[in-house]
């Protein structure tokens, strides 16, 4: 099981820029998947960034060419750089791992993530 501790969301303005950081402790079983999450009042947490066992990042569409997603493995670190916001980016935002346990490839969904940071709020003003 590995545990995980966020921080850095905050306020800013449109156009603005945050680092959102997710240490992790912990190990995984058989290689690793991690993501960067959001969720909305009363909506399914959807996946904005997904990084593979073999460091392959995937992103949402709505972050495409704007957040970049990064794992440091010597820091156990997770980080989703977030530049260009807008205000539809506002949300909590979660990062997650997982155990790739024997599987051939990482999930994509909540429900393929074991692990979860607690949470940061993201709000960016128009």
């Known amino acids: 099981q590995v545990q995980l501790v966020e921080s850095g969301g905050g306020s800013v303005q449109a156009g603005g820029s945050l680092r959102l950081t997710c240490v992790m402790s912990?190990?995984?079983?058989?290689?690793?998947?991690l993501g960067w999450f959001r969720q909305g009042p009363g909506k399914e947490r959807e996946a904005v960034a997904l990084?593979?066992?073999?460091?392959?990042?995937t992103y949402a569409d709505s972050a495409k060419g704007r957040f970049t997603a990064s794992y440091v493995a010597t820091q156990s670190t997770l980080y989703l750089q977030m530049n260009s916001l807008k205000p539809e980016d506002t949300d909590m935002y979660y990062c997650?791992?997982?155990?790739?346990?024997?599987?051939?490839?990482?999930?994509?969904?909540?429900?393929?993530?074991?692990?979860w940071g607690q949470g940061t709020q993201v709000t960016v003003s128009s």
């Open positions: 997650a791992s997982s155990s790739l346990r024997g599987r051939r490839q990482c999930g994509v969904t909540q429900g393929d993530f074991v692990d």
């Open positions: 912990g190990y995984w079983l058989g290689g690793r998947c």
């Open positions: 990084i593979g066992n073999d460091d392959r990042t």
